[in-house]
T-cell receptor
Framework: AQSVAQPEDQVNVAEGNPLTVKCTYS??????LFWYVQYPNRGLQFLLK??????LVKGSYGFEAEFNKSQTSFHLKKPSALVSDSALYFC??????????FGSGTQLTVLP | DVKVTQSSRYLVKRTGEKVFLECVQD?????MFWYRQDPGLGLRLIYFSYDVKMKEKGDIPEGYSVSREKKERFSLILESASTNQTSMYLC???????????FGPGTRLTVT
């Protein structure tokens, strides 16, 4: 069985500071990993994905994520947070099954 | 841009009613998905479809059915709505060989 864990329900960071939203996974075989963002009363928006290749993946809105196979992690990062980055973030995994498994979500709040 | 639309943003139904949630995508995607989103639980897959007239159960199919008569349209049906089906319902689609999914805005269903 495959699973995704987002260990922090809530992350608070000051505007201008770097941010990290954590994600770990468990799967047999090679993982395909994704990050999505959800603004209030909206659907999920795709941010970035790791399929293969470079472990550092760059995505939309200045976000990036680092794939670490030995630690089975795929943490989302941004060098300088904006208040407008405040939203709910989901990590997702596609393993041998074709469907995605989502984490429980992390609420990011960027404080002005 | 991929556009996924859902028939209603907000819906209020009574216990025992039959409920139809409609989803339409305009990118000729083969794959379509229905999720429900509940606080602290992330997204859970209800049903998915990889082709017209084809459907597969996800993680929580009980109490739901689906219909896919045309490639662009995927309907979720609650045969007899119950209060524990009060939730946010999200539809998504993805193209053949593409792993990222694109989401609609969601339907917030309340069953009273």
């Amino acid at each position: 069985a495959q699973s995704v864990a987002q260990p922090e329900d809530q992350v608070n960071v000051a505007e201008g500071n770097p941010l990290t939203v954590k994600c770990t996974y468990s799967v047999s075989g090679n993982p395909y990993l994704f990050w999505y963002v959800q603004y209030p009363n909206r659907g999920l928006q795709f941010l970035l994905k790791y399929i293969t290749g470079d472990n550092l993946v760059k995505g939309s809105y200045g976000f990036e994520a680092e794939f670490n196979k030995s630690q089975t992690s795929f943490h989302l990062k941004k060098p300088s947070a904006l208040v407008s980055d405040s939203a709910l973030y989901f990590c997702a995994l596609r393993g041998s099954a074709r469907q995605l498994t989502f984490g429980s979500g992390t609420q990011l709040t960027v404080l002005p | 841009d991929v556009k996924v639309t859902q028939s209603s943003r907000y819906l209020v139904k009574r216990t025992g009613e039959k409920v139809f949630l409609e989803c339409v995508q305009d990118m000729d995607h083969e794959n379509m998905f229905w999720y429900r989103q509940d606080p602290g639980l992330g997204l859970r897959l209800i049903y998915f479809s990889y082709d017209v007239k084809m459907k597969e159960k996800g993680d929580i199919p009980e109490g739901y059915s689906v219909s896919r008569e045309k490639k662009e349209r995927f309907s979720l049906i609650l045969e007899s709505a119950s209060t524990n089906q009060t939730s946010m319902y999200l539809c998504a689609s993805s193209g053949q060989g593409r792993y990222e999914q694109y989401f609609g805005p969601g339907t917030r269903l309340t069953v009273t």
